[in-house]
């Protein structure tokens, strides 16, 4: 019982470290990339999943916020999706191959 309670605010915190990095992408992208690294830093402190939604929103290579169009490219095929960081060329491909 005392696992979850701290799960679900370290969950709480990465979605608020992610609304926070998306606000400061624009004006300063190097926080914003700090933000990410504070968020995956508490990813691995405590064992919450990665919800779905914020899988694509990151590189896992250089932490940096994704944002379409900005610097990073999506691409669909079928049910997989790519999702290419334009600061450092890592390719991340999330869903289901057929």
């Known amino acids: 019982m005392k696992q979850n309670k701290y799960d679900a605010i370290a969950l709480e915190r990465i979605y608020r470290l992610f609304?926070?990095?998306e606000e400061e992408m624009d004006k300063k992208p190097e926080r914003s990339k700090r933000y990410i690294e504070l968020a995956r830093f508490i990813?691995?402190?405590?064992?919450?999943?990665?919800?779905?939604?914020?899988?694509?929103?990151f590189c896992k290579k250089c932490n940096a916020f994704l944002k379409k169009g900005k610097n990073a490219k999506?691409?669909?095929?079928?049910?997989?999706?790519?999702?290419?960081?334009?600061?450092c060329g890592f390719e991340r491909k999330t869903g289901?191959?057929?």
Do not use: D, G, H, M
């Open 19 to 21: 609304e926070l990095a």
């Open 43 to 57: 990813e691995k402190r405590y064992p919450v999943r990665w919800p779905p939604e914020l899988k694509t929103k």
């Open 74 to 87: 999506i691409a669909k095929k079928s049910t997989l999706t790519i999702v290419k960081c334009l600061e």
């Open 96 to 98: 289901t191959k057929k």
